[in-house]
């Protein structure tokens, strides 16, 4: 059974930093591309960024491109979202998610199969 479990959300000053992680468990980590996606209220779940099996390609939403950055430790079976230069539009919950058959990282929704249950960031004026 494939689960994903976010960690690291809270309540931040705008300008700050935080890092997001994401365990995950019951699958072959290393075969599979990774994705953060986020949900403010009463808007779309959207594309945050993706990296891929290696972890040697990465992609990100133009709004969070230079502030955010995607890592992941195959060993660890963990992926990160670091945080840098937080605004308040960036409110929302975060979500992971796997992609389990494409062979290039995807910003579609529809491509991530598993889903991790979110993780709340609020940021602080």
């Known amino acids: 059974q494939v689960q994903l479990v976010e960690s690291g959300g809270g309540v931040v000053q705008a300008g700050g930093s935080l890092r997001l992680s994401c365990a995950a468990s019951g699958l072959s980590f290393s075969s599979v591309n990774m994705g953060w996606f986020r949900q403010a209220p009463g808007k779309e779940r959207e594309f945050v960024a993706a990296?891929?099996?290696?972890?040697?390609?990465?992609s990100y939403a133009d709004f969070v491109k230079g502030r955010f950055t995607i890592s992941r430790d195959n060993a660890k079976m963990t992926v990160y979202l670091q945080m840098n230069s937080l605004k308040q539009d960036d409110t929302a919950v975060y979500y992971c998610?796997?992609?389990?058959?494409?062979?290039?990282?995807?910003?579609?929704?529809?491509?991530?199969?598993?889903w991790g249950q979110g993780t709340q960031v609020t940021v602080s004026s």
């Open positions: 998610a796997a992609d389990l058959d494409r062979a290039s990282p995807s910003s579609y929704r529809i491509a991530y199969e598993r």
């Open positions: 990296i891929s099996r290696s972890g040697t390609i990465t």
